[in-house]
């Protein structure tokens, strides 16, 4: 006797950018693609997908540097921006208290500069109002994302410790 197949009802799903790539088709066709390989491949990777954007006809394809020499230089200042983005300093309070670690350096964009302009060291953004008051938008907008990230993720496992986050979260003013 044959088995009865159960009719699944097919995944769907709305794709949207956080930030869009250069050059990168619509979220939903990057999305629907990105699922394809996953299928084929049975696992997503970067370097699945620079392999299969190779072909010029790729749907991702202009979305990467060909050019061994550009991309070899873009490598590098993305390495530098790694670096930038790990660098912190270490705060010794002038009152008892235990010290802590902050950022050394701020991405322009993160305190509302154009992004092709300078890193900004945070004595400078904690000294400054304008560039102060953008990160601390950055920062809460940045929580927000968290906090909409910890409601979405359903995991009667962690629910209870979630909770407690969601309700210090709640409890930040700025």
């Known amino acids: 006797m044959a088995k009865k197949k159960t009719k699944v009802k097919k995944e769907t799903a709305s794709f949207g950018w956080a930030f869009q790539p250069k050059n990168a088709p619509s979220a939903n066709i990057t999305g629907e693609y990105m699922q394809k390989l996953r299928k084929q491949k049975g696992?997503?990777?970067?370097?699945?997908?620079?392999?299969s954007s190779k072909n010029k006809k790729a749907v991702l394809h202009n979305c990467f540097e060909w050019n061994d020499t550009i991309?070899?230089?873009?490598h590098r200042i993305?390495?530098?921006r790694y670096i930038l983005r790990m660098i912190v300093i270490t705060v010794e309070p002038e009152e008892p208290s235990e010290s802590y670690q902050i950022r050394a350096y701020i991405p322009p964009k993160e305190i509302g500069q154009p992004s092709n302009t300078s890193y900004i060291y945070i004595g400078e953004v904690l000294k400054t109002h304008d560039y102060s008051a953008a990160y601390a938008k950055q920062l809460l907008n940045r929580l927000k994302e968290t906090t909409?990230?910890?409601k979405?993720?359903?995991n009667a496992k962690l629910s209870k410790t979630f909770a407690k986050v969601l309700k210090a979260i709640d409890n930040v003013k700025i």
Do not use: H, M, R, S
């Not at 696992?43 to 392999?51: G, N, Y």
């Not at 991309?71 to 873009?74: H, L, N, P, R, S």
């Open 43 to 51: 696992e997503i990777t970067p370097q699945i997908l620079v392999k």
């Open 78 to 80: 993305d390495q530098a």
């Open 152 to 154: 979405n993720f359903n």
């Open 71 to 74: 991309a070899a230089e873009q």
């Open 148 to 150: 909409q990230i910890i």
